[in-house]
């Protein structure tokens, strides 16, 4: 017993076919749903046999089907088939005359035994009646229909355009509307119907190309965005798609960083430490013998630019051992664990090679307290901190691995991580004092051709709280101005010019000043100058200029006391002469000009005044009336969860006082100032008028005017 179906080909698996459906009778049957029809026939189930349900479910998950003009006719005797019910052959023969079959022998298929191909026979009726072409109209296809002279039909996966085999073998196309009875009358006129699903092969393996594509394209992009931050196959790329959780290190098995203990200068307390760390990498037996345990670790401590980078390199240069060298900075990720990861991932490294130095520039990156802030902790950074000091001192140790960081927040870093067995040393890399300077700026001179006018000595008294960078980038500001100005040596004027451009900034040759601006700027610096030179105890004058340079009309300046800045302890009486000089360019335009002509010049200084007498009342203790108490709270530090704003811990009254007294120390400072003026006129006169025609004047040419004027030294 067979009935009908269609099928691509002979090779096609069994799941593959398409089955007849069973006819339904018009009083109850349905039409399936197709994917155009979804929506409209969610109400309407057709009445299918037994064997149809299954043929209909074979039909819906199949793979790509195509029309063909043949037929199969399977034997049920076929052992794959037997647990299928087929319909009584009488249901089927009474829709429509079946052709007789032709059997021919197919061996493309393993069950080619039992599938015969069958061809229909001429119809007996006429067929005039039918459209000619291969595009049929939607009414003349219905025709056809309703006239039972379509065998079957195919629809799009779309469903919006469908393939017709007519009784007589011909095929048409048919663009199909939205039309909901469709189905039903293809139903109810025995017309087989399939669904065609597309040309991609399986439609399994569609599905799942559907779902890996995403999966494929977010994987590209990743490893795109990997190797443009240096990831695998980029520069530095560490070799695997995973490698963002590794430590990013430099690494130097024999490290030749071009610096020893020779290039550094100015810092021999902290050179000096650190040699002892080196010296213990290379003779071990001679601490050993003592008991004597090798640091675990050594935090480079000062302002910016004091040479902490450099004595690490000298101290990889010098000990002759494998040394890492990172930023705290590349601990930190986007992801979350990444810095813990690629902690462990250094010290496994480290260790593999000890022993070794690990150096780690701004380690307050990562190594600020825990538990702080204004907005809580940040959990990236503590969990990075935390694997930071399991591997500097747990449960395992270290042993063999030297730990060198620098950075210039130590007040910022967690307590954990400052505790002995951790970081040992702490060693302060300050600023030189003018032994130091002058050894800087050796170092930095070489290479550089100097004229015989060069002195060191002087240049380093002019550069108190200098830092080694700025030295450097005072002798290379030098070397630039010398070759603008198209000289063949490096003279003492480039530098004195090249320091004033880094303190004041450059000169505005070209600034367009009127006389009368003029005079008043050289009174108003010469006032500053007089004031300052005949105060006790306070810096003498280095130079007076009133060339405009960065904002300031003209500029006084003066070499403070390396004594004082090193200490930085200032007395009182310093303290009172600091403000009398300030208010000394006031006093002067008041005294020539009038009270009635005084400009706006004097606005910082009265800034710099009223910060200076604020403090002496609040914090240093320098007033009678409040005596030797403290108030006003320090602002604190945001990074350490502490209020911003400075707290108000007196009342209304103490306000009161404090006012009264910081207006008494300024008072006090301006009559000072006024009096030296008003008795050294002359000398004002002759300063003013020496830099209305100079332009600037340095120190020992304004000595000169009070050794002529027999000038003395203010007494209280």
């Not at 067929?127 to 229909?145: C, H, I, K, M």
């Amino acid at each position: 017993m067979a009935f009908t179906t269609t099928n691509t080909s002979l090779s096609s698996n069994f799941l593959g076919t398409n089955f007849l459906l069973s006819p339904p009778t018009p009083k109850t049957t349905k039409a399936p749903s197709f994917p155009r029809f979804l929506n409209s026939q969610k109400n309407n189930k057709p009445r299918i046999h037994k064997s149809s349900q299954a043929a209909l479910s074979a039909l819906i998950f199949s793979s790509s089907l195509s029309l063909t003009p043949h037929a199969l006719a399977l034997d049920l005797d076929n052992s794959v088939n037997n647990n299928i019910t087929l319909p009584p052959p009488q249901v089927i023969e009474a829709q429509r005359p079946q052709p007789q079959p032709q059997q021919t022998p197919s061996n493309s298929n393993p069950f080619s035994q039992n599938l015969l191909l069958t061809a229909p026979k001429p119809q007996t009726q006429s067929n005039s009646d039918l459209p000619d072409g291969t595009q049929w109209r939607y009414s003349e296809f219905l025709n056809a229909v309703k006239k039972g002279k379509v065998e079957r039909v195919r629809f799009s996966k779309d469903g919006s355009a469908l393939q017709l085999t007519a009784v007589d073998g011909r095929r048409a196309s048919v663009i199909v509307p939205n039309d909901p009875d469709l189905i039903d009358i293809l139903a109810m006129n025995g017309v087989d119907i399939s669904v065609s699903e597309g040309d991609s092969g399986n439609g399994l393996f569609g599905f799942i190309g559907n779902l890996l594509f995403p999966v494929l394209a977010f994987a590209g992009l990743f490893l795109l965005f990997r190797r443009a931050q240096g990831g695998p196959g980029g520069p530095g790329g560490l070799g695997g798609p995973m490698d963002f959780g590794r430590s990013k290190s430099k690494f130097q098995e024999v490290p030749e960083t071009g610096v020893t203990f020779a290039d550094v200068a100015g810092a021999d307390q902290a050179k000096l430490e650190l040699q002892e760390v080196v010296d213990f990498l290379k003779n071990p037996d001679k601490y050993t013998a003592l008991g004597a345990k090798i640091p675990k670790g050594c935090l480079l401590v000062g302002p910016p630019g004091t040479g902490k980078t450099l004595l690490a390199r000298a101290v990889a240069g010098e000990a002759g051992v494998p040394f890492f060298s990172c930023a705290a900075s590349e601990f930190v990720e986007l992801f979350v664990g990444v810095g813990a990861s690629r902690v462990r991932d250094l010290f496994e490294k480290a260790k593999s090679k000890a022993p070794c130095i690990v150096f780690i520039d701004e380690i307050d990156a990562v190594g600020r307290q825990r538990g702080a802030g204004l907005g809580g902790g940040n959990d990236e950074r503590e969990q990075t901190i935390n694997q930071l000091l399991t591997e500097m001192d747990g449960f395992s140790g270290n042993s063999g691995v030297i730990v060198l960081a620098a950075t210039n927040r130590p007040d910022v870093l967690d307590s954990a991580l400052l505790r002995p067995g951790r970081f040992d040393r702490q060693v302060t890399v300050d600023r030189p004092d003018v032994a130091g300077r002058v050894k800087i700026l050796q170092v930095h001179s070489r290479g550089k051709a100097l004229a015989k006018d060069v002195d060191f000595e002087k240049i380093a008294r002019r550069t108190p709280g200098f830092t080694g960078a700025d030295l450097q980038n005072l002798m290379n500001e030098a070397a630039i101005l010398a070759a603008r100005r198209d000289l063949k040596e490096i003279s003492k004027d480039e530098i004195s010019d090249a320091l004033e451009r880094i303190i004041a900034g450059p000169e505005k040759k070209n600034a367009v000043v009127s006389d009368e601006k003029k005079r008043l700027v050289a009174y108003h610096e010469a006032g500053h100058a007089l004031v300052g030179a005949l105060m006790p105890e306070y810096d003498p004058v280095a130079k007076i200029s009133i060339i405009p340079r960065g904002q300031a009309g003209g500029l006084t300046f003066f070499a403070p006391s390396e004594e004082r800045l090193e200490s930085g302890l200032y007395s009182r009486s310093y303290l009172e002469n600091q403000m009398a000089v300030a208010l000394g360019g006031r006093v002067a335009e008041e005294v020539i000009f009038g009270e009635e002509n005084v400009t706006t010049g004097a606005s910082n200084d009265f800034m710099q005044v009223s910060r200076v007498a604020r403090q002496m009342v609040e914090r240093l203790g320098f007033s009678k009336k409040i005596g030797q108490v403290a108030i006003g709270g320090p602002g604190g530090n945001p990074f350490l969860g502490q209020q911003m704003s400075t707290q108000k811990d007196y009342s209304m009254a103490t306000a009161d006082i404090v006012d009264a007294e910081v207006r008494e120390l300024v008072e006090t400072a301006y009559s000072r100032a006024k009096e030296i003026i008003t008795t050294h006129i002359d000398i004002l006169h002759k300063l003013a008028q020496l830099l209305i025609e100079k332009e600037t004047v340095d120190g020992e040419e304004f000595m000169s005017l009070f050794i002529d004027g027999q000038a003395e030294l203010y007494v209280a």
